[in-house]
């Protein structure tokens, strides 16, 4: 992509207004607490305290917003005193400008490398040096820096209080979180009616699966019905595919084909009604042709071998996530349902998932530590990004006090506010931040020549201004920038500042730091498009190794459970959405094919795709424990296991990968049956062909990107 075309795209997707559900209690919940901390202030401390405390209990609540599965008081509470903190050392260190400077490259460094942690830590950190290089023009002595920090972390206070005594559906986002996978899995189930291949993106699950993660104490209190439904909806998938699927063994047509739809149909329903409740809290509520369509004697007298099996699964499986989802009654019946549910758990031979434990905050510290400390090497976009705001950061403060206008911290302020690790978020951003600053800034001018308000109607504008941007700020970044650009020119109006002379440079200055911004990104890149090939590599390899632990529990089944590929299960999905995010990040990027050819990464894709889905087939039907063993299944498994892992570092270094292993541990299986004279289990065979079926399409895609073929049998080298 040409840089004109990606300037128009970004700068178009930046401007982009999107309709988005509204979250007007949470919005108003937001407001009223900076109503509460502006009021207190103002009547206890005057106008310019009050300003500070109003940034606080601003910034504490925008942290509530963020997408975070952690209580919503505690990230109020740690954003409130993380400023307070960084206002307070700015305040003292900036009448010397060395000084200043040097905090300010080291924070803003440090915030950028905050973004390993995720993108609710990157963002509460980002904004936190942002606002700092607002409030420390404030103050006047270390005294007053000392009362503008307390202040400013007892408006995080105010906002986690209101939180606990006026609470926002409680435990929304984990109900989001799995009514949207139900919800998906439902979806699914319609679509393998018309389409027996259907293809199933993990993400749902996955986000499931992190809302499930709880502290102690949250597992305390966490509500019935969301305990053992994303345990059961993460089984469900396999089965789903395993009965729809002909190479499982129900024709295209016939009547075994339409016993099979009406239960894909009946399993879309019911999983959908356990959505429905479990989003709102409500009792579930069947239909009841989805519930006979389930009981029907006709199943078994249609089908047999593996799909009656998995018939018989998904039966059971949906029954489990119904009685899940149920949530009501008392609580003795709530413990002795869950007690129950972990019994029929245990008995099949499967680890209990739903209690996962996330880590208090305290012991989070070093897990984050670690997590940036593992960014600090050259090829890491995190430390590209921290370099480049704290570059940027300090740079546009620099810029900002040569120029002559006042309130240079804009310039830096603006940057570090739109910079992100990737190139078109941070574009999209810098336009969007600029064209909703005009916007802002004009309307709040026009306000302030109008209605000439003092200081308490001008801390009433801004109220309102902040209440628009918590409802608003999910429809677009440049709607949100509008409602902050006009809540901060009225909130400094009220602290005394002269609202007319802060128009042109506020302008000028927002520009300037967005350019800063885009250029830093254009001569200090961190592209995604020359990583896809690394990308794809680890996707193959995390693949290559759960089809491998699928096939293994053939060769030797499980006494108690399948640990080993739900691990595995869990690594190949990483692997996938790192995958696909790098492609959408690429997608945008202006720089020449250095990576794969758009033709080359969708089939290869679609190649790996289809050797996920055959290996979650072959899992849908894993033996007990007991059951009797296929021997031939471990040489596959490791044949798998060593072919994908050179295939993985052949991809890496623009090769063809050769699965000559797979094909040699294939003709060894056959060979070996026809001298028994004895017929393997047809799931783990057919399902074992399909494998190295998709490895040799993934071959194919990538040879036609033009890399040199590997020579068969190479191997792999010592760094792989």
């Given amino acids: 992509m040409s840089w004109l075309r990606a300037l128009k795209e970004t700068a178009r997707s930046g401007l982009t207004i999107e309709r988005r559900r509204l979250e007007p209690l949470i919005a108003i919940r937001g407001a009223a607490g900076l109503a509460v901390v502006i009021g207190v202030t103002l009547a206890l401390f005057g106008p310019v305290v009050a300003a500070g405390a109003a940034f606080g209990a601003f910034q504490a609540a925008i942290a509530t917003f963020q997408r975070s599965w952690r209580p919503r008081p505690v990230l109020a509470l740690v954003s409130g005193a993380s400023l307070a903190i960084s206002t307070f050392l700015g305040y003292v260190t900036g009448s010397h400008l060395p000084l200043f400077m040097l905090l300010l490259v080291l924070w803003t460094f440090v915030a950028g490398l905050a973004w390993a942690a995720g993108p609710t830590g990157g963002i509460i950190a980002a904004s936190n040096v942002a606002i700092m290089l607002v409030t420390i023009t404030l103050p006047t002595s270390v005294a007053q820096a000392a009362l503008h920090g307390a202040v400013i972390a007892f408006g995080g206070v105010v906002q986690a209080a209101l939180i606990v005594l006026f609470p926002v559906r409680r435990w929304g986002a984990q109900r989001d979180a799995l009514a949207d996978a139900l919800a998906a899995e439902a979806d699914y189930a319609r679509r393998l009616r018309h389409d027996p291949v259907a293809h199933f993106d993990p993400l749902p699950l996955m986000e499931a699966r992190s809302a499930a993660a709880v502290t102690p104490r949250q597992a305390r209190r966490r509500p019935a019905e969301l305990h053992g439904s994303r345990g059961v909806a993460e089984r469900i998938r396999p089965v789903l595919a395993s009965l729809a699927d002909p190479a499982m063994g129900v024709p295209a047509e016939g009547p075994e084909r339409d016993r099979v739809r009406e239960l894909l149909a009946a399993a879309g329903s019911l999983l959908d009604a356990a959505a429905r409740a479990i989003r709102h809290g409500d009792p579930v509520r069947l239909p009841a042709s989805s519930v006979a369509a389930l009981k029907t004697p006709d199943t078994g007298s249609l089908l047999t071998g593996p799909p009656l099996r998995a018939a018989d699964r998904l039966a059971d499986l949906l029954s489990d996530v119904i009685e899940a989802a149920e949530g009501d009654g008392t609580k003795e019946e709530r413990a002795q349902a869950e007690e129950t549910a972990d019994a029929i758990t245990a008995s099949r031979g499967r680890r209990q998932t739903e209690h996962q434990r996330r880590p208090t905050l305290l012991r989070l510290v070093p897990v984050v530590l670690g997590s940036m400390r593992r960014e600090l090497h050259p090829g890491s976009p995190i430390l590209r990004h921290a370099i480049r705001v704290s570059a940027v950061a300090a740079g546009g403060y620099l810029l900002g006090t040569v120029l002559p206008y006042g309130h240079g911290y804009w310039a830096p302020m603006t940057a570090v506010m739109v910079m992100r690790p990737e190139f078109s978020r941070t574009y999209e951003r810098s336009v969007a931040r600029f064209g909703g600053t005009v ?282």
């Fill in 439 to 720: 916007v802002g800034v004009f309307v709040a001018t026009v306000i302030v020549q109008t209605a000439h308000p003092g200081v308490g109607l001008s801390a009433a504008l801004a109220v309102v201004c902040a209440l628009l941007m918590y409802l608003l700020m999910r429809t677009g970044y440049s709607v949100g920038q509008a409602c902050v650009a006009a809540y901060v020119v009225f909130l400094l109006g009220m602290a005394g500042d002269d609202w007319s002379q802060t128009v042109l440079e506020r302008l000028v200055l927002t520009l300037g730091g967005g350019l800063l911004a885009m250029i830093s990104y254009a001569v200090y890149p961190a592209w995604e498009t020359p990583r896809l090939r690394n990308r794809l590599g680890d996707w193959l390899k995390e693949d290559g190794r759960y089809a491998a632990s699928v096939v293994d529990q053939y060769a030797e089944p499980a006494e108690r459970g399948h640990d080993d590929v739900r691990e595995a299960l869990l690594r190949t999905r990483a692997a996938r959405v790192a995958w696909q995010e790098a492609v959408a990040t690429a997608q945008h990027e202006p720089v020449r094919h250095r990576g794969l050819s758009h033709a080359a990464a969708g089939d290869t894709q679609h190649a790996l795709s289809q050797l996920g889905r055959v290996a979650m087939l072959m899992e849908a039907h894993l033996p007990e424990g007991g059951a009797t063993p296929v021997p031939e299944a471990g040489p596959l498994a490791e044949a798998l296991r060593r072919a994908t892992d050179q295939g993985a570092k052949a991809v890496r270094e623009r090769r063809v990968p050769d699965w000559g292993q797979v094909r040699d541990a294939l003709e060894e299986w056959d060979e070996r049956e026809r001298q028994r004279e004895g017929a393997a289990d047809p799931v783990v065979r057919n399902g074992a062909g399909l494998l190295l079926e998709a490895l040799e399409e993934f071959s194919r895609g990538l040879d036609d990107d033009g890399p040199r073929p590997e020579a068969p049998g190479a191997p792999a080298g010592p760094g792989d």
